[in-house]
């Protein structure tokens, strides 16, 4: 098992930034990926970004240019930070974690922007 515990959500205002943190815990020996989806409310869960092993990184096109994910592997540690946040991206994030074929996810940190 792999547990995730995000944190650093918050009420921002449109074109403020903030930084996403997640650590993983347990299992955590073969973690081939890591990175953050998120979801609105009445909207299916979204790739925004992912980072593996070898550093190579995907974005979704929605927050390419603004966003940028980072991983820390002695801790087990991914980031993302988010600039130039927009109203579009309201939504519970979650810190998600691949480990030999499985995938394990965070509780959420709702980050909420005003505009």
């Known amino acids: 098992q792999v547990q995730l515990v995000e944190s650093g959500g918050g009420l921002v205002q449109a074109g403020e930034s903030l930084t996403l943190s997640c650590a993983a815990s347990?299992?955590?020996?073969?973690?081939?990926?890591m990175g953050w989806y998120r979801q609105a409310p009445g909207k299916e869960r979204e790739l925004v970004a992912t980072?593996?092993?070898?550093?190579?990184?995907n974005y979704a096109d929605s927050v390419k240019g603004r966003f940028t994910i980072s991983r820390v592997n002695p801790k087990n540690m991914v980031y993302l930070q988010m600039n130039s946040l927009k109203t579009e991206d309201t939504a519970v994030y979650y810190c998600?974690?691949?480990?030999?074929?499985?995938?394990?996810w965070g509780q959420g940190t709702q980050v909420t922007v005003s505009s």
């Open positions: 998600y974690v691949r480990r030999n074929y499985r995938d394990y």
């Open positions: 980072i593996i092993s070898g550093g190579s990184t």
């Open positions: 347990g299992s955590i020996f073969g973690i081939g990926a």
